[in-house]
T-cell receptor
Framework: GAGVSQTPSNKVTEKGKYVELRCDPI?????LYWYRQSLGQGPEFLIY????????DSGLPNDRFFAVRPEGSVSTLKIQRTERGDSAVYLC??????????????FGEGSRLTVL | QKEVEQNSGPLSVPEGAIASLNCTYS??????FFWYRQYSGKSPELIMF????GDKEDGRFTAQLNKASQYVSLLIRDSQPSDSATYLC????????????FGSGTRLLVRP
């Protein structure tokens, strides 16, 4: 596809359940990012991948959150034992290697997670 | 203190006026500065970036940076109703240029 694709667009789950959010970046983009945006706030950095490896996961809130990018393209954000406070829009973004310094992240439309 | 501060607004201006959006940041190690626009229910999109003190113009948009005052602004000339959105200021540090720290955004309303 032409842009960053995220699925599902909406996910409603119950407290304590496990969820996976998927991101398919723009073809050829080596850098992939996950951000989280709560209502009325700006996006908050979670994790950055360069290729297959997580170059910086310092933004993951706790060990319930984990992300993978096994083949250097599609990424999955995994949340275990979800809590109501995890409710937010999870944004995935990608950039070509050279795009990092210009700050041009190409964002997907996000996955809205609601934990009841 | 938040790393990046913005007035939440809404900032309301009439069509054709100049809209002035402001942002302050606390980390003097910040190197690069960005303005993103986010329409309601949509994802952020980059409008401009600026690295050096002074002004940078792109069409109707001008970004202004003052590192001594730790202040960055965005001016939108000839504001249009289609400019109504939330404007997010973001910064990055030299040692982690890939990581954008966003403010909470300023909501702009352009009245027809």
């Amino acid at each position: 596809g032409a842009g960053v694709s995220q699925t599902p667009s909406n996910k409603v789950t119950e407290k304590g359940k496990y969820v996976e959010l998927r991101c398919d970046p723009i073809s050829g983009h080596t850098a992939l990012y996950w951000y989280r945006q709560s209502l009325g706030q700006g996006p908050e950095f979670l994790i950055y991948f360069q290729g297959t490896g997580a170059a910086d996961d310092s933004g993951l809130p706790n060990d319930r959150f984990f992300a993978v990018r096994p083949e250097g393209s599609v990424s999955t954000l995994k949340i275990q034992r979800t809590e109501r406070g995890d409710s937010a829009v999870y944004l995935c973004a990608s950039s070509p290697l050279g795009g990092i310094n210009t700050g041009e992240l190409f964002f997907g439309e996000g996955s809205r997670l609601t934990v009841l | 203190q938040k790393e990046v501060e913005q007035n939440s607004g809404p900032l309301s201006v009439p069509e054709g006026a100049i809209a002035s959006l402001n942002c302050t940041y606390s980390d003097r190690g910040s190197q690069s500065f960005f303005w993103y626009r986010q329409y309601s229910g949509k994802s952020p999109e980059l409008i401009m970036f600026i690295y050096s003190n002074g002004d940078k113009e792109d069409g109707r948009f001008t970004a202004q940076l003052n590192k001594a005052s730790q202040y960055v602004s965005l001016l939108i000339r000839d504001s249009q109703p289609s400019d109504s959105a939330t404007y997010l200021c973001a910064v990055s540090r030299m040692d982690s240029s890939y990581k954008l720290i966003f403010g909470s955004g300023t909501r702009l309303l352009v009245r027809p």
